[in-house]
């Protein structure tokens, strides 16, 4: 299963309301993750179920969607969120993630 | 502290082997399936291989079957990647991940992956 992020970048402001798009080639239900990269790191869960968000992870993240398409919506864009967000679908051998969205500073 | 660390980097010839450990620590290692995904400097994640709790299910990217092999020792809280054959393109820094869902059936659950280490880098160059 293919899994399509859009955009590939995006750049915005402290404060700023974020949707990152995540496609899947093929229908996968509920079952897709969101993960936050911050460079030199290793990736962080966020959300899982597509809209179950991982514990200790600020409210101002949220997921919905279901089949094959699904966002990402983080509100009131913080500093630390300033990173690389992929999706991975986990409905279908192999589990594979999306391509990345990197979220710039304006 | 949950906490994963990974060890057994290198750099390698392309042909030869490399063997990755895991350290787990901090959680019930044995009721969680585990993972390697691997990261190319600068690009996206990979998954490569997952194991089931009890090592009965385990599964493998295309990009790495008949090459790479996933096992783990659970009284030792330690996973492990076996890596043959090993090719350029299998440089990237690797990362050792726990399932986010308590003792799935498969090589995976469907809930993601909420432990992760800070990798090793694997480099292979001759």
């Known amino acids: 299963i293919q899994l399509t992020q859009s955009p590939s970048s995006l750049s915005a402001s402290v404060g700023d309301r974020v949707t990152i798009t995540c496609r899947a080639s093929?229908?996968?239900?509920?079952?897709l993750a969101w993960y936050q990269q911050n460079p030199g790191k290793a990736p962080k869960l966020l959300i899982y179920?597509?809209?179950t968000l991982q514990s200790g992870v600020p409210p101002r993240f949220s997921g919905s969607g279901s089949g094959t398409d699904f966002t990402l919506t983080i509100n009131s864009l913080q500093p630390e969120d300033f990173a690389t967000y992929y999706c991975?679908?986990?409905?279908?051998?192999?589990?594979?993630f999306g391509g990345g969205t990197k979220v710039e500073i304006k | 502290e949950v906490q994963l660390v990974e060890s057994g980097g290198g750099l390698v010839q392309p042909g030869r082997s490399l063997r990755l450990a895991c350290a787990a620590s901090?959680?019930?290692?044995?009721?969680?399936?585990m993972h390697w995904v691997r990261q190319v400097p600068g690009k996206g994640l990979e998954w490569v291989s997952g194991?089931?709790?009890?090592?009965?299910?385990?599964g493998y990217a295309d990009s790495v079957k008949g090459r790479f092999t996933i096992s783990r020792d659970n009284a030792k809280k330690s996973l492990y990647l076996q890596m043959n054959s090993l090719r350029a393109e299998d440089t990237a820094l690797y990362y050792c991940?726990?399932?986010?869902?308590?003792?799935?059936?498969?090589?995976?659950?469907?809930?993601?992956?909420?432990?992760w280490g800070p990798g090793a880098t694997v480099t292979v160059s001759s």
């Open positions: 179920g597509a809209s």
């Open positions: 194991i089931s709790w009890s090592s009965g299910s385990k």
């Open positions: 991940a726990k399932d986010n869902q308590y003792r799935t059936l498969g090589s995976y659950g469907n809930n993601g992956m909420d432990v």
């Open positions: 991975q679908q986990v409905n279908s051998y192999p589990p594979t």
């Open positions: 901090g959680f019930t290692f044995d009721e969680y399936a």
């Open positions: 093929q229908g996968i239900s509920s079952y």
